[in-house]
């Protein structure tokens, strides 16, 4: 079975400064299943990436996502206020699978 | 408005019965996989089932196997999930979430706000 490991589990940072997020997979997983979504306090999840690298509809270009084989990075290059949430991976492999989150909160 | 809209969480005691629906709305709903995602209070989303556009196809986590039951209703453009021998660990809100895939990508693209299931005695 699969196992995601996201890292770091908190990521202090203040607006402006670059985030990069970590996705690792277990085993070798397709970079076309790999996707990341944000979440904010008391919402529902909402989807940013998807195939690893490409931006959901109205998601802005401060965002991108890379990696292939078992490592996967999600990039903010300059985060805004309303960025401060927690990212979550997902892997499609027979069924969905999620990592354990990231949160970036203002330091 | 493309939109999904779950109900029918609340309380229930160990073992009891709970049955969550999910409309939706602005889409054809037949042409969509959808799947229900639970969030366990302070926790990280886990994945619980999904079903095919037809209904013919479903499948679930190893936690709720042979407890819970997926189900859509096309004509009502509605999607069920049927709770039984609920245990504390289910406690959490649970989403209904849009499936779009096709051979080179999957992915949960439209979620709903969630309903909130509590087991408790």
């Known amino acids: 079975e699969i196992v995601l490991t996201q890292s770091p589990g908190t990521l202090s940072l203040s607006p402006g400064e670059r985030a990069t997020l970590s996705c690792r997979a277990s085993?070798?997983?397709?970079?076309?299943?790999l996707v990341w979504y944000q979440q904010k306090p008391g919402q529902a999840p909402r989807l940013l990436m998807y195939g690893a690298s490409s931006r959901a509809t109205g998601i802005p270009d401060r965002f991108s996502g890379s990696g292939s084989g078992t490592d996967f990075t999600l990039t903010i290059s300059r985060l805004e206020p309303e960025d401060f949430a927690v990212y979550y991976c997902q892997q499609y492999h027979r069924s969905p699978l999620f990592g354990g989150g990231t949160k970036v909160e203002i330091k | 408005q493309v939109q999904l809209v779950e109900s029918g969480g609340g309380l229930v005691k160990p073992g009891g019965s709970l049955r969550l629906s999910c409309a939706a709305s602005g889409f054809t709903f037949s042409d969509y996989y959808m799947s229900w995602i639970r969030q366990a209070p302070g926790k990280g989303l886990e994945w619980v089932s999904y079903?095919?556009?037809?209904?013919?196809?479903?499948y679930y986590a190893e936690s709720v196997k042979g407890r819970f039951t997926i189900s859509r209703d096309n004509a009502k453009n509605s999607l069920y999930l049927q709770m039984n021998s609920l245990r504390a660990e289910d406690t959490a809100v649970y989403y209904c979430?849009?499936?779009?895939?096709?051979?080179?990508?999957?992915?949960?693209?439209?979620w709903g706000r969630g309903t909130l299931v509590t087991v408790s005695s």
């Open positions: 085993q070798i997983i397709s970079s076309s299943y």
């Open positions: 979430a849009r499936i779009s895939y096709n051979w080179n990508y999957w992915y949960f693209d439209l």
């Open positions: 079903i095919s556009g037809s209904g013919s196809t479903f």
